[in-house]
């Protein structure tokens, strides 16, 4: 028998799950719950995707893809590149056992609209003293072939990850278990390697696993790390980013040279002095940096 679809369940606006305040405690420190209005969006249909995935293929740096058989250990940059065009995997995407990343999808103006609406949301979990650090709002979109793993890693970002066709399962771990996320791997992160993180096999039992079915929205905090497996159909989520102070980074990029000196460094956020001195000399060097290149 046909059922007519339901739209009770559709969301018009983004929305937390649990308490607003409780969200606001949580931000940046541990995984939650939220929802969009973005399940099965026109805007994220494969034929309007394909079209923004020609667009990022023109900036460069904003399209990476690969293709084949992972597993969660497995680092991208390590993974083959598909023998195919980017419009050829949009055709096969059911079987290409691909994973496209389309980055800065806000640069085009009917995007954009959608991440002002995050913008406004995250703001407001933030609150108006949380507001002031977060800055830079980004938008990327994820494709995922049928089965596809994505691989452990850890980002830099204040993150909402919001599924908006088909489904997956996502494991996120505490951004401070230093077990699961070193010190080391994060300061690697910032001045070597983006892909720093290293799967542990202890990780699956101390991360929190949330199922992802369109309109449904993770917050990752920065350098929490993750990793997904997808579902039996084509998965489309989106990226929704801000950024914290840079202080935090060019510190753990300070930490990275004091470690490479045999010096083992204080993390940051134990000593805002130290935080802000390891941070003035990282721009200091830039500068130098900067006038030799003149
Ligand atoms: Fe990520």
Redesign the pocket.
């Known amino acids: 028998m046909l059922t007519s679809p339901s739209f009770v369940d559709i969301d018009t606006q983004w929305s937390t799950v649990d308490p607003l305040a409780e969200c606001r405690r949580e931000l940046h420190k541990k995984a939650f719950a939220a929802r969009h209005p973005l399940a099965n969006h026109p805007l994220f249909s494969m034929g309007a995707l394909a079209k923004v995935a020609e667009e990022a293929s023109r900036r460069n740096g904003d399209l990476y893809v690969d293709a084949g058989n992972f597993t969660f250990a497995d680092k991208w940059d390590t993974t083959p590149k598909p023998n195919m065009t980017i419009p050829e995997i949009f055709e096969r995407i059911e079987t290409a056992g691909a994973w496209l990343v389309l980055k800065h999808v806000e640069t085009n103006p009917a995007y954009m609209a959608l991440l002002d609406e995050f913008k406004a949301f995250l703001l407001e979990i933030a609150g108006p003293e949380g507001s002031k650090l977060l800055s830079n709002a980004e938008m990327i979109v994820l494709i995922t072939s049928p089965r596809r793993k994505s691989a452990f890693?850890f980002?830099a970002e204040v993150?909402f990850l919001a599924q908006v066709k088909g489904s997956k399962d996502i494991w996120v771990c505490d951004p401070m278990d230093r077990s699961v996320t070193t010190e080391e791997e994060i300061e690697q992160y910032y001045t070597v390697a983006n892909n720093a993180g290293t799967y542990k096999p202890h990780a699956e039992k101390v991360a929190r696993k949330f199922t992802l079915r369109p309109g449904d929205s993770v917050h990752?905090p920065t350098h929490a790390s993750?990793w997904v497996q997808n579902h039996d159909s084509v998965s489309v989520s989106v990226?929704f980013n801000m950024e914290f102070p840079r202080r935090y980074s060019d510190t753990y990029r300070a930490n990275h040279y004091l470690r490479r000196l045999g010096l083992k460094p204080r993390p940051p956020g134990t000593s805002d002095f130290v935080d802000r001195s390891k941070a003035a000399a990282i721009n200091s060097l830039r500068q130098v940096k900067s006038l030799i290149r003149r």
């Open positions: 890693h980002d993150n990752i993750h990226s």
